[in-house]
């Protein structure tokens, strides 16, 4: 009797256990559905980055020699750049932003960080940094590239945003998310809409940059 007894008891434990575990698989469930509907609606679109000017105020190159594998650039370019929030319902926190230019893949600033900033539905945030970088190793291949284009009078140069953003959504706020995005700056001799700058390239055109989250 005492045995009977005795499996009863664990008979009721395992049930208990099997409704309670099935009880968490059921909330888990309903969460994961909710989530997947919140964001179904909501589903945030990435910030949209245009860079609106760029003012080249300096591209000096010491070129390699027999004491040196590779020559040195200096460079110090201005540029403008903007956001905008296009979400309706979605804010940005932007955590880190750094702003760097790059020639051919070559970064040649050091990175400038701009004030961290909360972006509303809808809002646009403007920054203007001096992206600059002295005496920054060039490889004499790079070197030579960068010397025909400013000889030709068009010059590429990319404007690049590293940084980490936030989504809000009323009081909740999400964890941090990776956004990069790329600008093409052109560059021109003749023409353009900006002021004359080093070796007499002057900015072009506004452009859209392409940003990934």
């Not at 370019?77 to 760097?100: E, I, K, M």
Request: aromatic share 12%; with cysteine.
């Amino acid at each position: 009797m005492s045995k009977d007894c005795g499996n009863h008891g664990e008979d009721d434990i395992r049930r208990t256990c099997r409704r309670f575990l099935a009880f968490l698989f059921f909330l888990a469930l309903v969460v994961a559905v909710i989530a997947l509907i919140v964001y179904l609606v909501l589903r945030p679109t990435h910030p949209r980055f245009y860079l609106q000017d760029a003012s080249l105020r300096q591209l000096d190159v010491l070129s390699a020699n027999a004491s040196a594998a590779a020559g040195v650039l200096s460079t110090v370019l201005q540029v403008t750049v903007a956001s905008r929030n296009p979400n309706d319902r979605v804010g940005v926190y932007y955590d880190r932003l750094d702003v760097y230019a790059s020639y051919k893949y070559q970064q040649i600033t050091l990175a400038s960080a701009l004030p961290p900033v909360y972006q509303g539905h809808g809002d646009v945030e403007v920054w203007s940094p001096v992206l600059s970088g002295p005496n920054v190793p060039f490889a004499p291949y790079l070197a030579d590239a960068l010397a025909k284009d400013v000889q030709a009078g068009y010059l590429i140069l990319q404007v690049k945003i590293d940084g980490r953003v936030r989504w809000k959504v009323g009081s909740w706020i999400s964890g941090h998310y990776h956004i990069f995005a790329t600008c093409p700056a052109f560059l021109v001799g003749a023409g353009g809409n900006g002021a004359p700058g080093a070796s007499g390239l002057r900015f072009q055109t506004a452009t859209y940059c392409h940003v990934e989250v």
